[in-house]
Nanobody
Framework: QVQLVESGGGSVQAGGSLRLSCSASGFTFKNSAIGWFRQAPGKEREGVVCTSASGALTYYANSVKGRFTISRDNAKNTVYLQMNSLKPEDTAVYHC??????????????????WGRGTQVTVSS
């Protein structure tokens, strides 16, 4: 069974940093694209960033580009999201997800089919 478990969320002041982790099991992690998504109360779910299977290709939402960095360690079946210069608008539940396939990009977001339960990120002004 595919399993994704997020950790690392918390509360931080604007301008601060957090690093989220996503631990994966139940599938061939090294062959699969991984993405981070977020959802705030009353808002649509937003694709934050995704990474290809090798980690060579990444695709960031304009709202986080330059502030967030995704990375993956295929030997550990883990993907990370380093979040710097956090803003109150970043407050949301952050989920990691995966799909069958190695390539990422916003075109593929509807195909991300397996999800973690999420971790809360709260940024105060």
């Amino acid at each position: 069974q595919v399993q994704l478990v997020e950790s690392g969320g918390g509360s931080v002041q604007a301008g601060g940093s957090l690093r989220l982790s996503c631990s994966a099991s139940g599938f061939t992690f090294k062959n699969s694209a991984i993405g981070w998504f977020r959802q705030a109360p009353g808002k649509e779910r937003e694709g934050v960033v995704c990474t290809s299977a090798s980690g060579a290709l990444t695709y960031y939402a304009n709202s986080v580009k330059g502030r967030f960095t995704i990375s993956r360690d295929n030997a550990k079946n883990t993907v990370y999201l380093q979040m710097n210069s956090l803003k109150p608008e970043d407050t949301a539940v952050y989920h990691c997800a995966t799909r069958k396939g190695a390539t990422c990009g916003s075109t593929y977001y509807p195909a991300f089919e397996s999800w973690g339960r999420g971790t809360q990120v709260t940024v105060s002004s």
